[in-house]
T-cell receptor
Framework: DGGITQSPKYLFRKEGQNVTLSCEQNLNHDAMYWYRQDPGQGLRLIYYSQIVNDFQKGDIAEGYSVSREKKESFPLTVTSAQKNPTAFYLC????????FGQGTRLTVV | AQSVSQHNHHVILSEAASLELGCNYSYGGTVNLFWYVQYPGQHLQLLLKYFSGDPLVKGIKGFEAEFIKSKFSFNLRKPSVQWSDTAEYFCAQVDGSGGYNKLIFGAGTRLAVHP
């Protein structure tokens, strides 16, 4: 089945540690996106990538980093510089509309 | 920067009631608009989209939306809701500034339908 796979579904980390969220797609889409979802704030764009080896900062990129070494993969690293990292993270790809993964709920304690 | 406003944050309805969720977008040249739904514990799903043509767009599960350019609105409607429509609904707009397509979302509307 074609789609977007995010792993893990739930992730717990200690404060001060970097953590990497995985996003893989087999839809052959060029564009991929990372969003953060918080209650009452909708989805806010963290980073996006139109093609391999290229990515752009979104509205809330501070404290995050990404890479796009392969078309299928767009991992997001939440660094210790992110002040409020506990959130629900959604990865998406684009082809006439956005296709979303099931999300990763990150809790930092 | 473009933005999307959803004015109703929480809506509570009884089954069979009619639904209208408001969405206003900011002008940005070409207008591409979407409604997404997120059922409890599930991923975001596309309900419908508007790129051009007939301003009344029909989507899945009996939903429709009307694009009104003069009001910068793209409201979502359903004539008769069911308990299974309980979900969070997001309006979104494509922001193509800078040569990259980005999807900008509203804050969402939580709909609770009571039997």
């Amino acid at each position: 089945d074609g789609g977007i796979t995010q792993s893990p579904k739930y992730l717990f980390r200690k404060e001060g540690q970097n953590v990497t969220l995985s996003c893989e797609q087999n839809l052959n889409h060029d564009a991929m996106y990372w969003y953060r979802q918080d209650p009452g704030q909708g989805l806010r764009l963290i980073y996006y990538s139109q093609i391999v080896n290229d990515f752009q900062k979104g509205d809330i990129a501070e404290g995050y980093s990404v890479s796009r070494e392969k078309k299928e993969s767009f991992p997001l690293t939440v660094t210790s510089a992110q002040k409020n990292p506990t959130a629900f993270y959604l990865c998406a790809s684009w082809a006439g509309g956005a296709f979303f993964g099931q999300g990763t709920r990150l809790t930092v304690v | 920067a473009q933005s999307v406003s959803q004015h109703n944050h929480h809506v509570i309805l009884s089954e069979a009631a009619s639904l209208e969720l408001g969405c206003n977008y900011s002008y940005g040249g070409t207008v591409n608009l979407f409604w997404y739904v997120q059922y409890p514990g599930q991923h975001l799903q596309l309900l419908l989209k508007y790129f051009s043509g007939d301003p009344l767009v029909k989507g899945i599960k009996g939903f429709e939306a009307e694009f009104i350019k003069s009001k910068f609105s793209f409201n979502l409607r359903k004539p008769s809701v069911q308990w299974s429509d309980t979900a969070e609904y997001f309006c979104a707009q494509v922001d193509g500034s800078g040569g990259y397509n980005k999807l900008i979302f509203g804050a969402g509307t939580r709909l609770a339908v009571h039997p």
